[in-house]
């Protein structure tokens, strides 16, 4: 994809899709939702991570930075293939995951496909799977055996493992891929699958010229097969715990910060390795989409180093990222690199200069933009090209709920630079978006469909059953947002001027 074309997209992840198994997939839905991106006038879909959600549900807290998630795993291929029976469906609302509800019966159903596909599978099908097996040895390997383990030991984590396990023996990992052969071919099958799923919708994407957008977390989890694959790139104790962690320090929306808890890469180690991990890691991802964004991109330039025995983010320092070396490092093996740099929060211009010297587009949110005077970075006319503009992220309220909570200062400026009101306030920052001269503008579908509070995706810094859980039916779509979105599009240069219908 080139970032340097002026197009516009939306933002929806896959679990936000309708379909009838509990939560959105990489079905037939995926492609309906194609569809009416073309329509739109669409020339991107932005998704979050991919990967497992951990902690919270959260997909930014994977067990795995290269695995797919198996709650996207469509089951309708499943049972065309003749390896699932058609299931038996409980009552899941069509408007919300209910992970509790959700997770252990479409796990369910993928054991039961399993099952099928090593039983009934064609030769063809099982040289095809062994063959993407082959291929993706790298960290298929250490993932596999990692969730087996984490069965074994009843969901402990890989810290609390048998001595000869967390501490990587190698004759102990020959006993364990043969005693735990089984679930170990269990969890490569459900990776084929969503690597074979993910690999048609993208190609119906690229076939109607719609773009896949990928989100790539900085971070790893504690608790994940990478951070157990290689400890020794990872600040890490005797006991294998963190000595520090991520985070973020006070600013004027959080007192005490964020403490992530991620573990912090030895970024030293990494280097004495050419950056292998992180190319195999980019390469992953330039497989599975057109462009990806990379979350936290200051902490490349610096980031924030929490003591772990520190409860908050109150103590902590700046530590000196890898820089450009990284990047040059990962060019070099894979070729130029189309990224779009997450450069929010407290951007130093050491940060900028990484980003620029990268030659990465940076993003701009709208709604932060009101909050000051008419030079605030984030509006319109203070952007450069090489930008990405957005109403808002997964991380902010939608533009309706941000006007409904807004200082009434905010309220005011945004009503006079928008020229709009209460009820139309969502297709008036669209439509600054799209006349704005960033190159790309992605719009969350909930500002689409001009939803409220009660339809954000994510409230950083709180746990609870309202994040991650969002989905939408067809029937809150209908015809109006996709004509006037197309229109907007059409009208600032982003897409196909037959979206107008002008005479003559």
């Known amino acids: 994809m080139d970032l340097n074309q002026r197009a516009s997209g939306v933002l929806l992840h896959i679990t936000c899709l309708p379909g009838p198994h509990g939560i959105g997939d990489l079905g037939p839905a995926a492609l309906h939702f194609v569809d009416w991106l073309e329509s739109a006038g669409q020339r991107i879909w932005q998704l979050l991570p991919t990967t497992p959600i951990g902690p919270g549900d959260s997909p930014y807290q994977s067990v795995s930075a290269f695995a797919g998630s198996p709650l996207m795993v469509a089951l309708e291929p499943l049972i065309e293939a003749g390896w699932l029976a058609q299931p038996q469906l409980p009552h899941f609302d069509p408007l919300k995951v209910d992970f509790a509800q959700v997770v252990p019966w479409r796990m369910q159903q993928l054991r039961a496909a399993a099952a099928g596909f090593f039983a009934k599978a064609t030769v063809a099908q099982k040289q095809a799977y062994a063959d993407w097996a082959q291929s993706q040895a790298s960290w298929l390997l250490d993932y596999s055996l990692f969730m087996a383990l984490e069965s074994a030991h009843g969901g ?13 023996k190698r004759a102990a990992l020959t006993k364990a891929r043969k005693e735990h052969a089984d679930e ?11 690597d074979v799923q993910l690999a048609a919708v993208k190609a119906y994407a690229n076939g109607k010229g719609i773009s896949i957008m990928g989100d790539l977390p900085i971070f790893i989890a504690h608790h994940s097969a990478d951070c157990w694959a290689a400890p020794e790139f990872y600040y890490l104790d005797d006991h294998f715990q963190p000595t520090v962690v991520a985070g973020v320090p006070p600013d004027a929306l959080s007192a005490e910060g964020q403490r992530w808890g991620n573990p912090l890469y030895r970024w030293d180690k990494m280097h004495q390795d050419g950056y292998r991990w992180w190319a195999e890691r980019v390469r992953r991802a330039l497989a599975q989409a057109d462009v990806f964004r990379i979350d936290h991109f200051r902490g490349f330039a610096g980031y924030y180093e929490i003591p772990a025995s520190c409860p908050t983010a109150k103590e902590g320092q700046w530590v000196p990222g890898p820089g450009k070396a990284l990047f040059d490092a990962i060019e070099k093996a894979l070729g130029p690199l189309p990224i779009v740099a997450e450069d929010l929060g407290l951007i130093t211009p050491d940060v900028v200069a990484l980003r620029q010297g990268c030659g990465f587009p940076g993003m701009k949110i709208l709604q932060f933009g009101f909050g000051a005077d008419g030079q605030h970075e984030f509006l319109p006319q203070m952007f450069e090209r090489a930008s990405v503009v957005y109403t808002g992220t997964h991380d902010n309220d939608t533009v309706q709920g941000w006007w409904a909570q807004a200082p009434a200062r905010e309220r005011e400026f945004a009503a006079c630079y928008l020229a709009c009101g209460g009820h139309d306030v969502h297709w008036a920052m669209i439509r600054a978006a799209a006349n704005s001269v960033a190159n790309l503008a992605i719009y969350p579908l909930q500002d689409v469909l001009g939803l409220g509070s009660a339809h954000r995706m994510n409230t950083p810094g709180t746990l609870g059953a309202h994040n991650w859980s969002w989905r939408f039916d067809w029937t809150m779509v209908g015809p109006e947002p996709g004509r006037v979105l197309g229109l907007i599009t059409a009208a600032s240069g982003r897409g196909p001027l037959n979206l107008l219908r002008l005479p003559g």
Do not use: H
């Open 156 to 168: 402990k984590c890989w810290w609390d493992w048998a001595p000869e396990l967390r501490g990587r």
């Open 184 to 194: 170990i071919a269990f969890w490569c099958f459900v990776q084929w699958q969503f």
